[in-house]
């Protein structure tokens, strides 16, 4: 085993979020990849993650890559292909699966947390502190009811979304518990 596929390495590597989607942009899946990752699915043309299990950079069986773009913080991936899939989680892939994407959302919010690595925009976040974080999420939700289109509504939403699930992090509220009092409100 070489040292860059060890677990010790992975927890070392940066890792980020890489959100595949199709050519609508409609979430077709999302995995953890380090720079190692990204430059395999670029070089191969198909997506490859990081293995959350064993740290290996694997293929994540999605594809092909149509390309990769480096947002702040994170990559998106755009696939060419189907839009819904199944969910393959004994690979760390969700395919499909809202719900799930938000889950590992807030999966790669705490490990960011827990790791805070140097250049993150989330360990800005967390730096920064409770009243910094929920700042900004205010401003996203602002932002959000302002939006005036429907590309602006979902861009915008994706930005709260996300600046919530640090709001909740930071607050040790597993966002499991907000989909619990959901569940309770609709079965009133």
């Known amino acids: 085993m070489h040292k860059s596929e060890t677990k010790e390495a992975f927890v070392k590597e940066a890792v980020f979020p890489a959100v595949c989607v199709d050519g609508e942009g409609r979430v077709v899946g999302a995995v953890l990849q380090n720079e190692k990752a990204r430059d395999k ?21 999605m594809g092909p890559v149509v390309r990769v773009v480096q947002e702040e913080g994170w990559v998106r991936v755009v696939v060419r292909g189907e839009g819904r899939g199944e969910v393959r989680e004994e690979e760390g892939v969700v395919r499909g699966d809202e719900g799930g994407v938000l889950e590992r959302l807030e999966g790669v919010v705490r490990a ?28 996203e939700a602002i932002e959000l009811l302002l939006a005036p289109s429907r590309e602006r509504i979902v861009y915008e939403a994706a930005d709260f979304l996300y600046h919530l699930m640090v709001l909740l992090v930071w607050e040790g509220i597993a966002f499991r518990d907000v989909l619990e009092e959901l569940s309770r409100r609709f079965d009133r």
């Open 41 to 61: 699915s670029l070089e191969q043309k198909e997506v490859w993650m990081v293995h959350p299990a064993t740290g290996r950079v694997v293929p994540a069986g």
């Open 112 to 139: 960011r947390r827990s790791a805070m690595p140097e250049g993150s925009y989330t360990t800005h976040l967390f730096s920064s502190g409770g009243e910094k974080i929920r700042k900004k999420t205010g401003e």
